[in-house]
């Protein structure tokens, strides 16, 4: 979930990522609507939602951050907010509805207990590129898709610059507001007060300041870790060629001489 995304937080809008998920983990009312409207259903009441929530299985397995995750009876919604296409959306939200799942399902209880569980992608990116304003999946049979599995899992994909053909009224002002557009609605007039309070909030303007560092600091650690990469994958074919020595193979890829050693013994012991 971490990408580059700078700006003043005076100048924030709600499509920004920590905006976001402080205006709807801090009006759990404003949560509750939004829901009901990208849902079409009516919602009897919400938990209080969480913000940044960490899910963590065990130590070796891979850790995640929903944006904002809030239960009723029986259900559980994840909404997420994303600026940019990743290309890994499909697979995220199969990962966050499995963590959904675990996190519900105590030691003991049947699986039947489980409860119904949406996962919500906000894009402002088509990430399946055929110009729908909604991408919605349920599993379904191969051979006759009117038979559904009813195991209660739902991904939604919202295209957000589709949103003057979004299927309702109430949707299309939502995203239309999301995309910098006016607050048209009651809804979004209200989203529109609170953004305008929230830049004012010397607490949260601090530590959106401190959440972007930290997105800055893990996206560079990213591409340093990708180039990292690169090289050792370099200087294994480099190795394999046996064209030239440990020390200009070192220069050519900036590894030290004992990281290229160690390759060149990693290399030899799987092929002895």
């Not at 559980?76 to 959904?100: C, G, P, S, W």
């Not at 180039?227 to 294994?236: D, F, R």
Request: glycine share 6%.
């Amino acid at each position: 979930m971490s990408y580059i995304q700078s700006s003043s937080w005076e100048d924030a809008t709600l499509a920004n990522r920590f905006m976001f998920y402080k205006i709807f983990t801090h009006y759990p009312l404003e949560c509750k609507r939004l829901l009901e409207i990208l849902l079409h259903m009516e919602i009897d009441r919400i938990e209080p939602p969480y913000g940044e929530a960490d899910f963590e299985v065990d130590f070796d397995a891979k850790g995640i951050r929903l944006d904002v995750y809030t239960k009723s009876d029986g259900r559980r919604f994840d909404i997420e907010l994303q600026n940019v296409d990743t290309k890994d959306l499909a697979k995220r939200a199969r990962y966050y509805q499995a963590l959904m799942d675990i996190d519900t399902l105590k030691r003991g209880e049947p699986y039947s207990s489980l409860p119904e569980s949406y996962v919500l992608f906000l894009c402002l990116d088509d990430i399946f590129g055929y110009g729908l304003p909604v991408y919605s999946f349920q599993n379904v049979c191969s051979r006759d898709s009117r038979i559904k599995m009813n195991d209660g899992t739902y991904k939604i994909f919202f295209n957000a610059k589709k949103y003057d053909i979004m299927p309702t009224e109430e949707e299309r002002e939502f995203f239309r507001f999301l995309c910098g557009g006016g607050a048209g609605s009651a809804f979004t007039k209200d989203l529109d007060v609170l953004v305008a309070s929230a830049r004012h909030n010397a607490q949260w303007r601090q530590q959106f300041m401190t959440w972007e560092q930290e997105v800055q600091l893990s996206y560079h650690r990213g591409v340093a870790e990708g180039v990292k990469k690169g090289h050792k994958e370099t200087a294994i074919k480099m190795l394999e060629d046996g064209f030239l020595p440990v020390e200009r193979i070192s220069e050519y890829t900036q590894l030290s001489l004992e990281e290229i050693r160690a390759l060149q013994a990693s290399k030899a012991s799987l092929n002895p």
